[in-house]
């Protein structure tokens, strides 16, 4: 079935620095979605993406719906101690074809 | 966006009994789905729970193992049948607003002994 390669698979970084991380397929998809997860709870939905070259802000967070479909990237800026969990990634590929497929996820750590 | 209670949130059960996870959701839906968290892994799809018909199951997952129930639009039941130490995972109920958005309940941690 269908993948979504996600990097890095962990970030080790100081507050206050950006962070990138991104996720890419072989295959099309036509949503793209963000999430993060803490110990303990459910994966909570950061960003969703629509459109082919979509770019989307949520505070801090910036996301962006790759040119070609195949890809989308999650920028966190000025990053904070509450930052801290697993990212994913998720994407649906056809419309009236909702189920998800999900990225590997990016741990994130923030050094103080 | 829809706020699902998921419970039990975390459970320790005996190899081969059951458990049943329920999931309840504020407002009706029409797309509610099943995954599985594997301890240190991305989510996998059980199953999409049908409203009033047999739930649809991925590649991997049956339905002796894996009963679902779906009496209406706010309201379904994942059982994990027959536990093995491998069923050991995070269970977690989710369901698709308009927007193809999903969105997930806290989650069941089950461990098996």
């Known amino acids: 079935g269908q993948q979504l390669n996600q990097s890095p698979q962990s970030m080790f970084i100081q507050e206050g620095e950006d962070v990138s991380m991104n996720c890419t397929s072989s295959s099309i998809f036509n949503t793209w979605l963000w999430y993060k997860q803490e110990p303990g709870e459910g994966p909570v939905l950061l960003i969703a993406?629509?459109?082919?070259?979509e770019l989307t802000s949520n505070g801090r967070l910036t996301a962006q719906f790759g040119i070609t479909r195949k890809d989308s990237f999650l920028n966190i800026s000025a990053s904070i101690p509450s930052d801290v969990g697993i990212y994913f990634c998720a994407a649906i590929q056809d419309f009236g074809n909702e189920k998800l497929t999900f990225g590997t996820g990016t741990r994130l750590t923030i050094i103080p | 966006s829809a706020v699902i209670s998921q419970k039990p949130s975390r459970d320790i059960c005996q190899r081969g009994t059951s458990l049943t996870i329920q999931c309840q959701v504020d407002s009706q839906v029409t797309m509610m789905f099943w995954y599985r968290q594997q301890p240190g892994q991305s989510l996998t799809l059980i199953a999409t729970?049908?409203?009033?018909?047999?739930?649809?199951?991925e590649s991997g997952f049956v339905i002796d193992k894996f009963p679902i129930s779906r009496p209406n639009l706010t309201f379904s039941t994942l059982t994990v049948s027959n536990l093995s130490p491998e069923d050991s995972s995070i269970y977690l109920c989710?369901?698709?607003?308009?927007?193809?958005?999903?969105?997930f309940g806290s989650g069941t941690q089950l461990s098996v002994l």
């Open positions: 993406l629509y459109k082919a070259g």
């Open positions: 729970a049908n409203q009033g018909s047999e739930a649809t199951y």
């Open positions: 989710s369901v698709l607003d308009s927007r193809e958005k999903l969105f």
